[in-house]
């Protein structure tokens, strides 16, 4: 009957509790046994009691011959309703429920709170306590500060963790109110928590898999690229990684099939932790015995715990150091593989007080790799091509122009990330003149490299022709045309249909008998020169249009003097443009050192763009002139009628002789010198010269005034003449006609014949 109705509890005539109700346990959360036999004013008073703070009512009861005290919840349906509420949040609330007192201990809790809980909680443990907080302190602090102020903090992320020893962490999402009572007096805090360790985890995971996918492979480069996955993933994931590569993969090589043989090395690629078992870049092999070795044997992920016991730690002394050291006690290794062959292999470490890893972790782990292996075989490729266009590139420019007595020349070529078409040439023409010739094939790769070797053969077969330097690049730009149109022709599906052909080139003739130069420029900057007396200029000279581009605007060609120990220097657009004589910011580099050595010059230059990371070529062509020797030339003026042949063979055969030519050499030199002065005076124009040329070949050059083209005839077996040029074709190296405004040059080029060696008493007696 006490029981029935709203009854809570029974206080005897002392002021005992002698019965306690199922429903005041429910309303107080306070068990029978803890509530019998205690005074009833203990119970009232008790800081931050529910008993205290609820509006009960209170009536005598007769029970037999003592009078009994019956306590009842109060405010009739309105306290009915509350009761109903609390006992709904305390028993069926899926969020844990906190009641703390204004001490910030545990007063009471709902049967959710216990869920979150590995052990069994009880009242009077401290907010900090029962949650075991990583940071308790500063939990603390929150808390004191809703107790004071009243504004509540709502949805706080805080860790903790469940377990002695090494704990699992969790995250709790965590609101904390104040507990006022019916006058505003401040009864202590109500704390909401929920573990969304779960919700949490995953979503660590999906930013570390987003960061992943954002930030590796933003460069092409195999070691970069594992630089940016050690990045991503530390300490997000894991608090130590190791990325260890094939050696061969790092250099564009194909990677090894699987199972990969215990000799293939690996470099240590990236590496982020404190204490390293080896060091960046280290080249070794996989010790046997290991779960990387496993791992290369295989490719499937290892999920391995590590602890003193681990027998794989015996194999690899060094690195079982450094795990120790760091307090390491879970590993995973995930291959790094595309298509079944094994590029490398990622091992990922938590240490101290990071979680254990699990089963999640490894799935994340191979997708974060196989992003990664993706991003490092687009890195290998690119490094392969890279190579071979180099290759390609490097074969194709000269490797030692052959050096000139009244030239010198130096050259700096720093190749781009992705190789490219830059290229140079030192071509010797007749009468001691040279071709210095810089070009820039636009695009990178093979095909521009390609590009560049054909279009560079080109202008050696027109050189061979002794062209004036806007002929040749006419020529030249015509050819570039036609390759882009070839290009056109392609498939629509090819790389290469869909790039445009347009290159960039400069050819400078210089002559050390005249000391001029002549220049044309097909879309190139203006090259620049250092004159003997320290001045820096801009040659002035009419740039063109790029070759191959449409248009009919003609090349044009500028004659420049030069002094002697003028240097001169043609280059990319990019480099160029630093070395302007008032714009460029290694123009001070031209002031200290461009009267000196050229090599030193040139090593400046590289010294000055030391990071290597510019996308195209940078090239540079480096020249000083010199006046030619004038006792290594025959000028001699000739008349206009038959007595010009006697003259100049009489001219040419002094000179040969002061000269010490062998009489071979100097028999036919003299025999072209006769057909081509004949052939001057019959069908040239007044007046008429002779020039004799010593450089590395013997040059003989007839110039005139006329305009008419010179042909070679094949004359019959009775012919009495056109056999002029026939005979200076087979006698000499190399034949040709040069065009000037005062009319035509034919020249002959013969090459020297080594001295012989001198004879000995021994071979005189044999």
Known sequence: MAGGGGVLLLVDEGGRVEEWWPKAEELFGLPADGAVGRPFADLVRAPGSALGQSELLVRPILRGASVLWEVRAGGDNLAARDA???????????????????????????????????????????????????????????????????????????????????????????????????????????????????????????????????????????????????????????????????????????????????????????????????????VRHLPYGTPFARVMADLRPRLVPVDADSMWLAADPARADAIRRQNVHSLIVAPLAVRGEALGLVSFYRHDDEDLFDEDDVRLALDVCTHAALCIENARRFTRERTIAATVQRRLLPQRPAPRIALETSHLHLPGMEGGGAWFDVIPLPGARTALVAGDVKGRGVEAATTMGQLRTVIHSLAALDLQPEELLARLSDTATRLAEERAALPAGDPLHREPLAAECVIAVYDPLDLTCTIALAGRPQPIAVFPDGAIESLPVSPGPLLAETGNAPFSATTVALPEHTTLLFGTSALTDLLHPRSGTLHGLLERYGRGPLQELSDAFAYAIRNGSQPGDLLMLLARTRGFPGDRVLTCPLPSDAEAAPIARSMARRRLSQWGIDEETAFTTELIVSELVGNAVRYGAPPLQLRLVLDATLTCEVSDAGASAPHLKHARTLDESGRGLFIVSRCADQWGTRYHAEGKTIWAEQPLQPPAPAQTADDAGS
Not at 90 to 109: C, E, I, K, N, W
Not at 138 to 144: D, N, P, Q
Not at 206 to 233: K, N, P, S, Y
């Open 84 to 282: 109903a509420l609390l006992k709904v949040m305390f028993s069926q609330a899926p969020v844990g429920l906190h009641v703390l007192d204004d001490q910030l201990r545990l007063v009471r809790m709902n049967s959710a709170t216990r869920a979150l809980h590995d052990e069994p909680l009880s009242p009077g443990r401290r907010f900090g306590e029962v949650f075991r907080l990583d940071d308790p302190v500063t939990e603390e602090e929150v808390a004191r500060r809703v107790l004071e102020t009243g504004e509540p903090v709502l949805n706080r992320l805080v860790r903790g963790a469940l377990g002695e020893g090494r704990p699992h962490r969790r995250m709790y999402l965590t609101s904390v109110f104040r507990l006022e009572g019916p006058h505003g007096e401040v009864l202590g805090l109500v704390a909401a928590a929920s573990d969304v360790t779960e919700r949490q985890t995953s979503r660590r995971r999906m930013t570390v898999l987003d960061a992943v996918r954002e930030r590796v492979g933003q460069r092409l480069d195999v070691v970069a690229v594992c630089e940016e996955l050690a990045e991503a993933v530390v300490p997000a994931f894991a608090g130590i990684v190791v990325v260890e590569v094939v050696e061969d993969v790092v250099r564009g090589e194909v990677p090894p099939l699987v199972p990969v043989d215990r000799d293939v090395p690996l470099r240590r690629a990236a590496y982020r932790g404190k204490v390293s078992a080896y060091p960046v870049g280290d």
